[in-house]
């Protein structure tokens, strides 16, 4: 009982200083193209299938990708297995979906588990 509070604890700290890695990047990235002289963006809404189906698990996707500068999420499907997001800029989609995938999706599963 009492390693599985402190095993999660540390998954949820870690994934507090993952997302803080991401506001970081994603901040720069987003005040690199507002200050552009020249857009060069490719919005895009994309959809990101989701392996998790947990409530909470969803929604803390749905919200830490919402607070990432540059990305928002739109919807969960009705059978809540795909987010979609609009991202400011996604030139390859499937790394932006690898890359929510693995930074938030990964981890929230690891911390339910």
């Known amino acids: 009982?009492?390693?599985?509070i402190i095993r999660r604890s540390w998954?949820?700290?870690l994934l507090a200083l993952v997302f803080l890695r991401e506001l970081v990047k994603s901040s720069s990235a987003v005040a690199k193209a507002a200050f552009a002289v020249e857009q060069r963006n490719?919005?895009?809404i994309i959809a990101v299938p989701i392996s998790l189906r947990t409530d909470f698990g969803i929604a803390m996707l749905a919200n830490l990708v919402s607070l990432t500068p540059g990305t928002t999420?739109?919807?969960v499907s009705d059978d809540r297995r795909t987010l979609?997001?609009?991202c400011l800029?996604?030139?390859v989609v499937d790394?932006?979906?690898a890359d929510i995938k693995t930074?938030?999706?990964r981890r929230i599963a690891e911390i339910e588990a």
């Open 73 to 75: 999420s739109l919807h």
């Open 95 to 97: 790394d932006v979906v």
């Open 42 to 44: 490719t919005p895009a």
């Open 103 to 105: 930074t938030f999706e």
């Open 1 to 4: 009982m009492i390693g599985r």
């Open 89 to 91: 800029d996604a030139p």
């Open 11 to 13: 998954l949820v700290a």
């Open 84 to 86: 979609y997001v609009h």
